[in-house]
């Protein structure tokens, strides 16, 4: 969907804006994006956990299905069968997540235990712990979140920081005096070490008023950060409203993930603006890239703070280092080193088994399956590991598939030590750089070239 130009704050002035006003007072708010590389699943993949469950329990058909998380066929064969039947949302449709969750556990303990059973053992990821930094440094007043998985709490704990968690069972708690010492945190939906969650559509059509009333308080006078959260819930996208067309200087950042921007949030931005406040939506690249670029960006003069920031991507195993350009001697492999591109690798590659015939060389096999699809894969151990998206490795291999596909993360450090890796991804960044510029590819030495002046 395309909107005004208007609408938009370019990454590069959101991040000059933040530092320009450091002096000021900040909020944050999260949704689920905010924790999936914590571990944590996104909505979507609740939803698809649902539809699965309901499938299972409802169709009658005991053929064993890949789990849909991993398996687009899965998914179009379970959408299907709900499509038949007549009586459940429409794919896609803002209805999906609270529909689906109550369908399939309506008993409300039930979706309590299904919600404990995703958070149980997660540790927050590099997001959460800069995100504590920047309460430590007087920035990030508070935080406010959608999620039950409690992990700014445990963020908090582990930065030594107080962290004062406040949620649907001890509402009152919110009445308190501001402290340095402390961060604010307001579980909106509930938290999964209490009974009391929402997420049915009933629960999510009706704010707590107490929130509603701290809301539109609190950021009279303070800024608000959202950042990983889709809009679903249209009770806080009302109290949102109401909070930020009151009369004030805070200003709302919506920092989204890609350019588009739903109808609920443009209107919400829209009715800011008309209200004479100042409201903008941030194309970003995520939770974890949006407080690192914070992070650096607003302390890069200050020697202190980035050494503490740069203690923890040590330990997070981020690698954030500044290599020096230099040639080494020895085999160039027949081309010239003169230039460096910056890349950045996904933290994410598809893991599975297939079956293989007795003595079969499985780098040769897969060489001759992918060739000439938009597929690279390389063998490692009883595995193959694999950038592409599902549907094309279910084409690829088919009937040889004897697991089912999975994500896996993958770091920057395995890579370096791991020489199948760091084939996987050679091969990935030539095949996409052949793509994008219409060029050859020579795998075996790792060399690109004008097919038209190829030789046979």
Known sequence: MNMPENLYLEFDAFLRSIKQNLDGSFGVLLGAGASISSGIQSANDCIWDWKFLIYQSLSGNQKKLVDPKKSDLSKDIIQKWLDVQGKYPQLGSPEEYSFYAEASYPIDADRTKYFESLCNGKSPYVGYKLLCLLNKYGIVKSVWSTNFDGLVERAAQQANITPIAINLDCVDRIYRTESSSELLYIALHGDCKFRTLKNTE?????????????????????????????????????????????????????????????????????????????????????????????????FNEDSNKQEEINEILKVISIDNTTTPFYIQDGNTKKYLKSNL????????????????????????????????????????????????????????????????????????????????????????????????????????????????????
């Open 202 to 298: 009933k629960e999510l059509d009706s704010q707590n008023s107490e929130f509603v009333s701290a809301l539109r308080r609190y950021f009279v006078d303070k800024n608000l950060i959202i950042i990983g959260y889709s809009g679903r819930d249209k009770s806080l996208m009302s109290a949102l409203k109401e909070a930020f067309t009151d009369k004030g200087a805070g200003r709302l950042y919506w920092c989204g993930y890609g350019k588009d921007i739903t109808p609920e949030i443009a209107d919400l931005i829209q009715t800011i603006r008309s209200a004479g406040r100042q409201a903008f939506y941030i194309d970003t690249n995520g939770f974890d890239n949006v407080m690192l670029s914070l992070v650096k960006f607003c």
């Open 341 to 456: 591109i910056p890349a950045t690798f996904p933290d994410e590659i598809f893991q599975f088994q297939i079956s293989y015939d007795e003595n079969e060389n499985r780098w040769k096999y897969l060489r001759e399956k992918i060739k000439e699809k938009p597929l690279i894969a390389v063998p490692y151990k009883d595995k193959v590991y694999a950038i592409s998206t599902v549907s094309t490795i279910n084409e690829v291999f088919g009937k040889n598939l004897i697991s089912e596909i999975e994500r896996v993360h993958i770091s920057i450090n395995e890579i370096e030590k791991n020489s199948h890796f760091k084939e996987l991804f050679l091969k990935d960044a030539l095949y996409g750089i052949s793509q994008i510029r219409g060029l050859g590819v020579d795998y075996k030495r790792s060399m690109l070239y004008k097919k038209r002046y190829l030789c046979k």
